[in-house]
């Protein structure tokens, strides 16, 4: 972790109160948050025993917490199969035939609706197939699909037999999808032909096959492919023995032998990979019940979810906001979410206002860096299409600046619509802090107050809380249902990342300050992240593929401000000798890192260096390198820099 002060220069004094109309009809008023706030923190097994009444448990927990920091283990006594509060309870209701998704297509802009009837269908088949070809309960299954209905019935189908899946994003290149499925031993690999992204074909079964044609994906027994594109847009190559089309492998009979499973409260849901602060990404596992719990909560309430909503997430299914406010929290709610295939601006950048036009779809739920960009491309576009639908908006994955929030309160919501910004992480499962719409004005820029069972604070780093809107650490200071249980295989890197920076609490790896109303406000990581158009990204990942590329002798990655993505990636390269600095070498140092990591972590800039600023301990002083990489002064200490040289000669390098 670096010691970088934790500044925060934005001043931003507007408040926005929910409009009378909205108030009056919302789930939740500030009185009644702040009941259940100090219910959910003080007695949370009543809070959290009532709030979970309608999910299904085949037995009752007996015991709602044991902590022994850093190990939770919520519910103990219970167990359940998650798939049956998110499907088998609403098909004895009126949500039996109601849509759980409405999907539509980049390319041809089609629509594929499915009940809840028929995604409870579809689940139990495919359950079976995997269970048939060998899928047993704790095995893990890699999925890597785009975003079509089936993804989610690959990972319910999962769930159903109690198989954790592992979903990795559809951007990520053969190795880090070999690399994903090595770290978890993956028995099983989950695909499609391909998808259309911006027009064009991804060729995701392709991409499978590199993965799987390597030595340390030997664990991988079995490929499912569902056919999407079909053979004349997207043919694909069988491995006999090891690939089965997933339409071959269903049987549709089958319904009469379910193989739901059912688990401990404590049993392994989910696997996801996530950036740290080293080259290995590490797989945040989450569990069964309290993952549940913490998702169901928090879609009901801040999405303040009704019968009649249209709800859409626009995130990829392959990150956590996917799996929690796609998949898991809106189906237990018995929502209808809204999923669509591909890319923002296609064919141009009204596609998103028309789909919200075309289905009426009531809540949007998107990343500041998508809002951003729409500002970019001028009102008219937004206001050609009628919004009128819209009751709520969300955003998550980065700080909005104020100028964006406004814009898409004023433009997108039409003045009317609750903005709801959701601070929470892979890690935590479930939204940790927000804007609860009806319960609390908003600030543009601030996350807002914590959710049920959150004690956020902002810390020295020894531990001691920090005066308003004074910054400091974010930390967690009690335990939550929805919360990571280990870094799966690497337990001394669990308690290492999150536990030991900041005395007795969580660390998030984020800065903060709290205002003189409680709401936080959230600066950004502090740790060796970056936040690059919502994604996450570990500078060792992109330093550690520089290096692997046969001119690279060393690689330093760091932010800078970028008004498009939040931050934009700069690298710092040297080279091996007889390598030429020049821009051929440039792309190609540009195309190696979309290879091994997928194309959205190409850096931004690269830039040629004789040396990088180190300690006199050999440690490369990243502090310094933002500043170069920003065009701004060093304010900070250089007394431990080995030669000062090396800084002077950056700068005068500058593009
Ligand atoms: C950042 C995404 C400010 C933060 C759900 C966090 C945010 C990291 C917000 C987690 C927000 C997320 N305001 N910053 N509303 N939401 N972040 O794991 O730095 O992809 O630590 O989870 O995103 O990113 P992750």
Redesign the pocket.
């Known amino acids: 972790m670096t010691t970088d002060p934790i500044t925060s220069h934005l001043k931003e004094t507007r408040r926005f109160e929910p409009s009378a109309e909205f108030a009056a009809q919302a789930r939740v008023s500030s009185e009644v948050y702040a009941k259940m706030y100090t219910e959910s923190v003080n007695d949370p097994e009543s809070f959290w025993r009532r709030e979970t009444s309608e999910l299904v448990f085949r037995t009752p927990w007996t015991k709602t917490l044991s902590w022994t920091l850093p190990h939770a283990k919520w519910f103990e006594g219970a167990t359940l199969n998650i798939t049956e509060s998110c499907l088998d309870r609403h098909l004895t209701t009126a949500r039996r035939n109601k849509a759980a998704i409405i999907w539509e297509g980049e390319l041809s802009g089609n629509t594929r609706t499915m009940t809840y009837a028929e995604l409870h269908r579809e689940v139990v088949l495919f359950a079976d197939a995997l269970k048939r070809h060998g899928v047993e309960k704790g095995d893990r299954v890699a999925i890597y699909m785009g975003m079509v209905p089936e993804v989610a019935v690959a990972m319910l189908a999962c769930a159903r037999i109690g198989a954790p899946h592992t979903v990795v994003f559809g951007g990520f290149a053969a190795d880090a999808l070999r690399d994903r499925i090595a770290d978890c031993a993956a028995k099983v690999v989950i695909t499609q032909d391909g998808g259309y992204r911006r027009g064009g074909v991804l060729r995701l079964k392709d991409v499978v096959d590199q993965a799987l044609n390597q030595p340390q994906s030997a664990s991988v027994q079995k490929c499912f492919v569902y056919r999407h594109l079909g053979e004349e847009v997207c043919p694909v190559a069988m491995k006999s023995g090891r690939d089965v089309w997933w339409h071959e492998s269903v049987d549709p009979t089958a319904t009469r032998r379910d193989p739901l499973t059912i688990v401990e409260s404590e049993h392994p849901l989910f696997i996801l990979y996530?950036s740290g602060s080293t080259g290995k990404p590490k797989g945040v596992l989450h569990t069964t019940a309290g993952y549940l719990a913490g998702v169901h909560v928090t879609s009901k309430y801040v999405f303040d979810l009704r019968e009649e909503d249209l709800y859409w997430c626009t995130a990829d299914v392959g990150?956590?906001?996917g799996h929690s406010y796609i998949v898991y929290g809106p189906l237990s709610n018995g929502a209808t979410c809204f999923m669509y295939e591909g890319a923002p601006n296609y064919p141009d950048w009204g596609r998103f206002w028309r789909m919200i036009e075309k289905h009426r779809i009531s809540i949007l739920y998107t990343a500041p860096t998508a809002i951003r960009a729409f500002m970019r491309q001028g009102d008219e576009i937004v206001q050609k299409s009628d919004l009128s639908s819209l009751r709520l908006l969300g955003?998550?994955?980065?700080?909005i600046n104020p100028e964006a929030w406004v814009w898409y309160h004023k433009l997108v919501g039409g003045g009317r619509c609750p903005i709801v910004?959701?601070?929470?992480?892979?890690e935590t499962g479930s939204i940790m802090m927000t804007t609860l719409p009806g319960a609390s004005a908003s600030k543009p820029g601030s996350?807002g107050l914590p959710m049920f069972g959150v004690v956020p604070d902002v810390v020295t780093k020894d531990g001691k809380s920090v005066g308003a809107n004074e910054g400091g650490f974010l930390v967690l200071r009690k335990p939550w249902p929805s919360m990571l249980r280990t870094v799966w295989g690497d337990d001394e890197r669990f308690r290492r990342t999150y536990f030991s920076d900041v005395p007795d609490c969580y660390f998030?790896?984020?800065g903060a300050r709290r205002d003189e109303d409680g709401y936080f406000w959230?600066v950004?990581?502090i740790d060796d992240v970056l936040?690059v158009a919502g994604h996450?990204i570990g500078t060792a990942e992109i330093e550690s593929a520089l290096v692997s590329h046969p001119a690279v002798a060393e690689a330093a990655a760091v932010g800078r401000p970028d008004d498009l993505k939040g931050q934009a990636l700069v690298v710092f390269v040297t080279l091996r000798p007889g390598h030429t600095a020049d821009s051929s070498l440039s792309a190609k140092l540009g195309d190696h890192v979309g290879k091994e990591i997928g194309k959205f972590a190409k850096p931004d800039a690269i830039r040629f260096t004789d040396g990088l600023p180190k300690t006199r301990s050999g440690k490369i002083m990243r502090r310094l390198l933002k500043d170069v990489a920003a065009g701004r002064e060093s304010t900070g200490d250089t007394s431990t820099l080995e030669d000062l040289n090396v800084l002077a000669k950056l700068r005068s390098n500058e593009e």
């Not at 955003?395 to 700080?399: K, L, S």
């Not at 910004?421 to 892979?426: A, I, P, S």
């Open positions: 996530t990150w956590v906001t955003t998550v994955g980065e700080p910004d959701t601070w929470w992480q892979t996350t998030t790896g984020d959230v950004g990581r936040n996450r």
